[in-house]
């Protein structure tokens, strides 16, 4: 009995210590277990100092250094974007394909007259013309004026168009919709073979040049199908314009 009352005063006395004084005092008594303990808790505060990460001090980072840091990045990808790429891709351009890479140039006499690209309001008699332009064919101001079928400003323009034809001896069912309505860009540099054949006629009067030889500029000119089924047969007005002046410098 007096065994069991002296362990419970221990413990109550051990209760009222704080924990550190209570564990030394532990250990005195078990001092196998104390120190056993003591090991458990030195494994654990190494496994925990090994589990830390350091992290950078941030104030370390001054501005000026962060700033150097983004001003390199800026130029090496200025230098990596826009110009070893586009030095890389333009002499690629040049090398493989030197006329698209070139915007399609047409020269005449050593001078560049135009591109195979864009078209050229040409309106002489002499001359072939091309389809209606509501941009006078302007580069840096392409696109449609995108008129409704029912609108009068295009009811009016394509009766010009049809009544000019008409006083060169065509008939107004007989022209293509497209010789007397723009393209989706006002660019458009191609007609299709019928509307150069109906202008034929004004071309060989005013020029003088016989209308089978024309014609045979018009096939030679003629650009078939892509790959025989996409888009439409087409002839380049103005390479067939430049085979007319050919022929008239050469007399």
Do not use: C
């Not at 089978?212 to 002839?235: A, C, M, P, S």
């Amino acid at each position: 009995m007096d065994h069991e009352n002296e362990e419970d005063k221990q413990e109550e006395e051990l209760e009222e210590l704080p924990a550190s004084e209570a564990r030394e005092k532990v250990g005195e008594e078990k001092p196998g277990k104390g120190k056993s303990e003591e090991k458990e808790v030195k494994e654990e505060e190494e496994i925990e100092e090994d589990e830390e990460v350091s992290y950078p001090d941030t104030d370390e980072l001054s501005i000026s250094r962060m700033f150097g840091i983004g001003l390199r990045t800026l130029l090496i990808t200025f230098l990596l974007t826009s110009v070893l790429y586009v030095l890389a891709t333009t002499g690629i351009g040049n090398l493989a394909w030197q006329g698209p890479a070139q915007g399609n140039l047409v020269e005449h006499n050593d001078e560049v007259v135009g591109s195979r690209l864009i078209g050229q309001p040409f309106s002489s008699d002499k001359y072939f013309h091309p389809r209606p332009s509501s941009k006078n064919y302007d580069g840096m101001d392409s696109g449609s004026a995108n008129l409704s079928p029912g609108n009068e400003k295009l009811a009016r323009r394509s009766t010009e168009l049809l009544e000019r034809l008409e006083e060169e001896g065509v008939k107004p069912e007989e022209v293509p919709v497209s010789l007397v309505t723009e393209s989706g860009s006002s660019l458009d540099p191609h007609i299709v073979p019928k509307s150069a054949y109906l202008q034929v006629p004004r071309v060989s009067e005013a020029t003088g040049i016989d209308p089978e030889r024309l014609r045979e500029l018009i096939d030679d000119n003629t650009q078939n199908k892509f790959v025989g089924l996409y888009g439409l047969e087409r002839v380049n007005v103005l390479s067939l314009n430049i085979e007319i002046e050919k022929i008239l410098e050469s007399g």
